[in-house]
């Protein structure tokens, strides 16, 4: 036997479920619609392929807005145009750069944003521009691709460079390198008594060498006593010097006393004695002529005329 089905029920059940539903969506957009953001601009000098209406913006990771639009720069075409909804009180400072990011393996990219400087002053809106400018940094894919010629040109020369290392000519020198090398080591081999001599004279040094500085601080104090000696020899004979100086000073003052004060009365008393040795001279001469002029003395010489 059926049951009868409650129609009345189910309508009513429908009609309140869908009420409900409704009230959810209006909720939830309502919700939605209280977000304020503010926009801004920034120009892209590289490829956006992924990059699409509504793509996540994130500052630091953390998701703060979404793409609004993409277009070109008409006033330079190599750029592209992207304006950016970002919540309103996002630190956007002078600092804060955007930069294209891949959202792993998907292809899809989104932008991030990043304060180098926290502490610059907040951006704002340029005369001339209709909205605030985040400047720029280019994205990883973009540094590959500006360092990639780079490394290529390296590993061109590294490539060359091995190819000359492993030529015939050089793997030749390189095989009779290590020919040499074994006839040196078994030279070395064969000679291994010379060479504990060696080692054995070279201990000896050593010890000698460490017997050495252990007497070098007695070595150090003689030089010192040494130089002392020296500094005290070298103060006495400028002492003995000063002295030699000083006696000489003083023979020259007594040589010009004795030129100034003695030397004329001497040559006074010498002339005082040749004149008496004349006289004495004559005396002589005049007694041998004639003796008696002890007894009588000097003869009267003769009158001369009119006496």
């Given amino acids: 036997m059926q049951r009868k089905v409650n129609y009345t029920v189910v309508g009513l059940f429908v009609i309140v479920l869908s009420i ?94 990043k304060s180098e400087e926290p502490s610059a002053p907040l951006l704002v809106r340029k005369e001339g521009d209709k909205y605030p400018v985040i400047k720029p940094k280019p994205s990883l894919f973009v540094q590959a691709g500006k360092v ?48 504990d001599k060696i080692i054995t004279n070279l201990d000896r040094t050593l010890v000698n060498m460490n017997k050495i500085t252990k007497n070098f601080p007695e070595l150090t104090d003689q030089i010192k006593t040494t130089m002392v000696s020296v500094k005290e020899a070298s103060d006495q004979f400028a002492l003995t010097s000063n002295n030699a100086k000083s006696l000489i000073t003083e023979s020259r003052r007594v040589a010009d006393n004795l030129s100034t004060q003695v030397m004329p009365d001497f040559q006074l008393l010498m002339n005082s004695f040749n004149e008496a040795s004349s006289e004495i001279q004559e005396f002589v001469k005049q007694l041998n002529r004639n003796p008696s002029i002890v007894i009588r003395g000097r003869a009267i010489g003769s009158p001369g005329p009119g006496e």
């Fill in 20 to 113: 409900a539903m409704f009230s959810g969506i209006a909720w939830l957009i309502g919700r939605g619609e209280r977000t304020e953001y503010n926009v801004y601009a920034v120009y892209m000098a590289e490829d956006v392929t992924g990059l699409t209406i509504q793509s996540p913006v994130r500052y630091n990771g953390v998701e703060v807005g979404f793409v609004k639009s993409i277009s070109l720069d008409h006033s330079n075409l190599k750029n592209v145009r992207i304006l950016l909804n970002i919540a309103e009180g996002t630190p956007i400072n002078t600092s804060t750069v955007a930069t294209v990011m891949p959202q792993g393996i998907t292809g899809m990219l989104y932008i991030n944003l």
């Fill in 148 to 195: 990639m010629p780079e490394i290529i040109k390296g590993i061109e020369k590294l490539t060359e460079s091995i190819d000359q290392l492993l030529s015939k000519e050089n793997r030749d020198r390189i095989d009779k390198t290590l020919v040499n090398l074994e006839n040196i080591t078994t030279n070395m081999a064969s000679r291994g008594k010379d060479f």
